[in-house]
């Protein structure tokens, strides 16, 4: 699946993420009425996306046998499977290796689409034979011909290991129906309004009429595939980062995220636009709901009859400033939210397409140094739920003389990993003291050490001496530095509760001699960013001297 051209967008601060999402800001909680007000997008200027990768953030799935019993719990896929079993030893079929007209009615009573009794409804009878082809382009259902020349089907042989829930199968079988609803969702959403597919011309004879038609609906398979693609990554991030039970996303709201541009509020042509991707995804998400990709409350189609103008019948949104609808009648516009099955699906065709689609814990597996310098380094992480999973079942005090054992060093990541320490002592709790109290005089960990002491109400902790706090000050905006990126508004608050005192020549003076590898990184960005220019041009001063000592 293409990647998207937008990397993250949000709304309101009521909606931010705890600090271990990495600054990302994801629309999980948002209600429609969040379109009408202080909606904020974030991320990546125009001018930069097409040089910068595309980071798909880790998600945590079920395990391989709950996936299973999912999707042999969906009723497509159910209904597949049986149709297959129906057709042993094997099954007349006509040329084409559908039903023949007599098998066609017990197919939907088969099913339970039909009553017993009397005769089968048209749409239980079309249901049933969407589902013989599903069969049929799964390999569920094999099609063959007899020494007589007869048309029959009998059961493939992934069936019985699929009734059997062989993980393996039943997955991959699934994931390849998904993947067919998938592209069958976007030949529909492709097909000019009214029209449905036909045999093509013959080679050779096709008019220019022909050809532009061709052109026009290949064009529009090419944008409805793109904007699926899109809808279907945001909401893959959304479950990434949403606490459970708030994966819900208004299809206005997912609308919204793939329209309106970086940092703008939706004006009344957006809301138009919005309108209208909404429109042409309701039917793509209800496809895929149908195979357990997503559980999807479609637009309520007696919208189209209330909201009718004469450009045509649309379910407008409310006009930007209108009084903010209520939760029963937003969700009249559409919810959807993607399942953990749904997110199996989506993490499988981002790495089939190359994308690094990593899952919660990938980095948690090793030791302390392993877990610490993997969370450093890479770009797509989650660090609290790297550390949660780490330090699960671990003793906490083994584990917190582990980490800090772990967190030692003068290379380019330590302050990081130091920081991610702290982190991860304050998940173990009580238990890690012990193991803190052995390094209060350790020269890197030392100054950490005591203010997670202090930080917990230990009154017995003795203070740094100036060295070793003027050095863990060092350190701990030097880990910030690389972690917020250089971000200027976040480093200001920072830099606004450095210790600076009414003599910041006499400060500085003392600071630019720590050694530590960051000195004059730190005194450089203080002297670019505080407020104060007093303490700037001392800080720049400072700087200097940091580097030339060098």
Request: proline share 7%; hydrophobic share 45%.
């Amino acid at each position: 699946m293409a990647g998207r051209r937008r990397k993250n967008a949000g709304a309101s601060s009521e909606g931010a993420p705890d600090e271990g999402s990495a600054g990302a800001v994801l629309p999980a909680d948002l209600e429609l009425q969040d379109l009408y007000g202080a909606f904020a997008a974030h991320g990546l200027d125009d001018e930069d996306l097409d040089d910068a990768a595309v980071l798909v953030p880790p998600v945590m799935l079920p395990s391989e046998a709950e996936l299973t019993a999912q999707a042999k719990a969906v009723p497509m896929f159910g209904y597949a499977l049986k149709l297959a079993r129906w057709t042993a030893p094997h099954r007349p079929v006509d040329e084409h290796g559908d039903l023949t007209g007599p098998d066609r009615a017990p197919a939907a009573r088969l099913l339970g689409l039909a009553p017993e009794q009397g005769d089968a409804p048209e749409e239980a009878v079309v249901e049933a034979m969407r589902a013989w082809s599903l069969a049929c382009d799964l390999d569920l259902i094999e099609i063959g011909t007899t020494a007589a020349g007869e048309h029959v089907a009998i059961p493939g042989p992934d069936l019985e290991p699929a009734e059997e829930g062989d993980p393996e199968t039943v997955l991959e079988l699934w994931l390849t129906a998904a993947g067919i609803v998938r592209e069958l969702a976007v030949e529909a959403d492709s097909l000019p309004e009214g029209e449905e597919a036909g045999e093509p011309a013959e080679p050779g004879a096709e008019t220019e009429e022909d050809e532009d038609r061709l052109a026009q609906v290949e064009d529009a398979r090419d944008e409805a595939a793109e904007l699926l693609d899109e809808a279907l990554q945001v909401l893959y991030e959304t479950t990434a980062f949403a606490e459970p039970g708030t994966e819900t996303v208004p299809l206005g709201v997912l609308a919204a995220l793939l329209v309106v541009p970086e940092g703008e509020e939706p004006s009344e042509e957006l809301l138009g636009d919005i309108t209208d991707v909404m429109v042409a995804l309701d039917p793509m998400l209800g496809d895929l709901a149908e195979l357990g990709v997503l559980d999807y409350r479609p637009i309520d189609p007696e919208l189209f009859d209330e909201e009718e103008t004469e450009e045509g019948a649309e379910p407008a949104l409310p006009a930007v400033g209108e009084e903010p609808l209520d939760e029963e009648e937003s969700a009249r516009f559409g919810l959807v939210r993607l399942t953990p099955l749904g997110q199996y699906g989506i993490r499988k065709w981002l790495l089939e397409d190359g994308y690094d689609a990593p899952l919660v814990g990938d980095l948690a597996q090793g030791d302390a140094v392993e877990l610490l310098r993997g969370v450093c380094e890479a770009a797509n992480v989650l660090p609290d739920e790297e550390l949660k999973v780490w330090i699960t079942d671990r003793e906490p005090e083994a584990a917190a003389r582990e980490l800090l054992a772990a967190a030692r060093g003068s290379d380019a990541y330590a302050p990081m990993r130091r920081m991610l320490c702290q982190l991860a002592l304050t998940m173990l709790g009580e238990g890690a003291e012990p193991a803190v109290r052995e390094v209060l005089d350790d020269p890197e960990l030392g100054g950490g050490a005591r203010a997670w002491l202090v930080g917990r109400g230990a009154a017995d902790v003795p203070a740094p001496e100036r060295a070793m706090a003027l050095w863990t000050v060092v350190d701990t905006f030097a880990a910030q530095l690389l972690d917020t990126g250089g971000d200027a508004e976040m480093l200001r608050e920072l830099i606004a509760e450095l210790p600076v005192t009414d003599n910041p020549a006499s400060y500085f003076g003392e600071l630019w001699r720590v050694d530590h590898p960051y000195t004059a990184d730190v005194l450089e960005v203080v002297g670019e960013l505080h407020l104060d220019r007093a303490v700037a041009k001392e800080a720049r001063k400072a700087a200097f001297k940091a580097r030339s000592k060098g």
